[in-house]
């Protein structure tokens, strides 16, 4: 990692997810806000744009985003959603929609969403969904939604019968990344966000998983020397496993590393218990005991990821719901495919493969 202070109001680094015509840039750097009107003026030139974010993020960001918007010629329109992962459904996508045929949205309107993943995936799905797709600009500001939500293409809202049921695939033009927004972001959320960058370490780069080994405490606290290149890095594994397989037909399924589990935590606690990042870390490391105990991985290999993990703050056991729970909510992952699982286990330290396996397999009789 270079040990240069990045310049702030500059983009540092670029990235690309290659995906033939539907290809585009991964721009990061620090207080680069100011800048984002004239890049979304390259890549999706219009006279008008639609800006989506929910309160928290919109008061701190959202009017420099709007100078920087209306400097690159934009006239620009603000929508805001109420906070939460309960506003991810189809009202209030029904409710963009509504909003983009007021302000006259046509083909070339791009939809900008400023906030984390709630916010990508809703105004992304609406953005995928009028006139059969407009332009899609991503601006995370959770790390979470930097290393993952926003780059892919999935959007989707929720159904009451369950999370992320009606979507599509709908690639951004952009995504912009200004580290500098994290520093409001709740601690517990950036731990959470972490997970995700553990994750991609785990499954992809042992090189990157040593370097997140030595600078776990210094990320925390958004040192910027080392998070710039932390979250680049983290991108790049992304993007690479989406450009090899956008359609989760067979590598994608990779980035599933820890979720087949953290979606049963999810379940069982309602979607109120722990927050995605936290279930997904506990679910790496029964994931990866259950390659230690498949002799996939080498003995040591869990135990390094959850030391790593509690230096990020995050949880380590499963919460307390009994096994049958646990089978309960596994078998209806929608994952399952012939009553077998496709549980997805490391091979050591940076690689993984999918192994099926019956949710009985996947979680051990005594805890
Ligand atoms: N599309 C994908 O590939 C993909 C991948 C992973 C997750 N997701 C989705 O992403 C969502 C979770 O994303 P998330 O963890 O970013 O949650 P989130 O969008 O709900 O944000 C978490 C909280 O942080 C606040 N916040 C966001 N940025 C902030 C900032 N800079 N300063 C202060 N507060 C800030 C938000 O207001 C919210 O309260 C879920 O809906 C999940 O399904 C999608
Ligand atoms: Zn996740």
Known sequence: MSGE??????????LRVELGDRSYPIKLGVDTLAGVGTAIAR?????????????????????????????????????????????????????????????GADRNTPVVALGGGMVGDLAGFAAASYLRGVPFIQIPTTILAMVDASIGGKVAVNLPQGKNLVGAFHQPRLV????????????RQRAAGFAEVVKAAAIWDSKFFERLERDAEGLLELD?????PTLARACAIK????????????????????????????????????????????GMLVAARKSEQLGLSPAGTAERIRSLLLRFGLPSELPNHPRKAYLDALRVDKKMA??????????????????????????????
């Open 176 to 187: 912009w990344i200004d580290t500098a927004t994290l520093r409001s972001l709740p601690v």
């Open 224 to 228: 910027p020397k080392l998070l710039i």
């Open 338 to 367: 012939n009553s077998k699982i496709r549980f997805v286990a490391l091979r050591g330290i940076g690689r993984a493969e999918t192994v099926p396996l019956t949710p009985r397999e996947i979680l051990p009789a005594s805890r």
């Open 239 to 282: 993007a690479e496993v989406v450009s090899r397989d956008e359609r989760e037909t067979d590598l994608r399924q990779i980035l599933n590393f820890g979720h087949t589990i953290a979606h049963a935590i999810e379940k069982l606690g309602r979607y109120r218990g722990l927050l995605h990042g936290e279930a997904v870390a506990i």
């Open 5 to 14: 202070r990045p310049r702030a109001g500059r983009v540092v680094r670029t």
């Open 43 to 103: 890549c999706a030139p219009s006279n008008r744009a639609l800006v989506v974010s929910v309160p928290p993020v919109s008061r701190r960001y959202g009017g420099v985003l709007q100078r920087s918007l209306r400097a690159a010629g934009y006239r620009v329109h603000r929508v805001l959603v109420p906070d939460g992962e309960a506003t991810k459904n189809p009202r209030q996508l029904s409710k963009l929609w509504d909003e983009l045929i007021r302000v």
